[in-house]
């Protein structure tokens, strides 16, 4: 029973974190698709940034994106407030973003409303949607505007740098395989969501989001996908992350992450209807599978150590003693060493936000925090 049950976690394990990402790698190279044409004018785009920070914060960010790279003129740009905004930083913002066009979200706060109001603003076809912490390259706006003159795209996600700080976590490396994972996924068909903080998406495609909508940018792609559109992925439209959050931040996003995902399949469960979802495949492998890993990864210890004990029973006493020295050896030397006791707090924590995330489905929590 032992033996059984780690085979099966370590096959379901490395079906989820390697199996799946290689094949789509494979796929990605046998039958992929170009998503970014090499030369393209680009087409008109609206700017919208979607916010609650502080108005000398959002002012940076337009300039930001005023400085991008544009044929003729600059960019038209919207700052989308969240309904939670307090007025004095309303007036703040109007008064530090004159070029800019300043909206506010009205009903519940959160991010959907500020979304819904800027894209209802916007004066352009192709929406890019960001968010304040980031800045983008100066030619970031040009190749999502150009990979969207492809009518088939719905969407098209940039890519996310993380700060340097953030690099040689155990988040960077996650995030690294994150990023490939998504281009690959975009070239044989579609990415399963997009990085909120820089993607372009079809104003005459997108529907407004319901009230509540916890990951905005999963809930928008995948219903574009269940509509006939593609998802694309555009690896040199590059969004440079400011800040670098520490464990505890970084379990509360992947906390809330992981609850929109569940919070996705409760509202709109024809993604999990394979004659619907052109992605189906993709989207259990990339977010469900994944929801399992810290049940598997229990099984897979406790069957280790049950299979060892009983290897265990037929040793010579000398050699159990030997063998629980290093183990305890092991304890100490991962135990002291700060990379390595780092990196196992990462993972703990990583496991016990997929944990909460699972609860909170469970009983029903969707709001937003």
């Known amino acids: 029973m032992a033996t059984l049950l780690v085979l099966g976690s370590t096959v379901l394990l490395l079906v989820t974190w390697v199996g799946y990402p ?33 108005a000398d914060l959002v002012r940076d960010r337009v300039e930001n994106l005023l400085a991008c790279e544009w044929p003729e003129g600059r960019p038209d740009v919207v700052v989308a407030l969240d309904a939670s905004t307090p007025a004095e930083v309303e007036r ?12 506010r979200a009205e009903g519940p706060a959160g991010k959907p409303g500020a979304v819904n109001v800027g894209v209802a603003q916007s004066t352009c076809d192709v929406v890019v ?6 800045r983008f390259e100066r030619d970031t706006l040009m190749v999502l505007a150009r990979a969207m003159s492809n009518p088939a795209f719905g969407a098209v996600s940039g890519r996310l740098e993380l700060a340097a700080g953030s690099t040689k976590t155990l988040v960077g490396q996650y995030w690294r395989m994150e990023r490939r994972l998504r281009e690959d996924e975009a070239r044989v068909h579609s990415a399963v969501g997009v990085t909120g903080a820089v993607y372009a998406l079809r104003r005459t495609a997108f529907r407004p989001l319901p009230a509540g909508v916890i990951l905005d ?13 593609r998802v694309g992925f555009a690896a040199s439209a590059v969004a440079r992350e400011t800040r670098t959050p520490d464990v505890a931040q970084e379990g509360r996003r992947k906390e809330r992450t992981l609850t929109g995902v569940l919070q996705l399949v409760a509202l709109m469960p024809e993604v999990l209807r394979p004659w619907k979802n052109a992605i189906f495949t993709q989207f259990v492998c990339h977010k469900l599978l994944r929801l399992g890993t810290p049940p598997l990864i229990l099984a897979l210890a406790a069957g280790s150590l049950v299979e060892t004990w009983r ?8 050699m159990q003693r030997i063998a629980g020295g290093a183990a305890g050896v092991a304890t100490v030397v ?6 390595l006791r780092a990196l196992l707090h990462e993972f703990v924590a990583i496991q016990v936000a997929v944990v909460r995330a699972l609860w ?4 029903g929590q969707w709001e937003v925090w």
């Open 92 to 103: 703040e913002t109007r008064v530090l973003c004159p070029q800019a066009r300043v909206v």
């Open 360 to 363: 909170r489905a469970a009983r």
């Open 22 to 54: 290689l094949t789509m790698a494979l796929l990605s190279r046998l039958k992929g698709r170009e998503v970014e044409p090499a030369e393209q004018r680009p087409g008109p785009v609206t700017a919208v940034v979607c916010t609650r920070g502080p």
């Open 334 to 339: 991962v135990l002291a060493l700060p990379r």
């Open 217 to 229: 940018d999963v809930f928008t792609p995948m219903d574009l996908v269940l509509r006939g559109y």
């Open 129 to 134: 949607m960001c968010d304040t912490a980031q």
């Open 311 to 318: 290897l265990a029973q037929g040793w010579p006493p000398a």
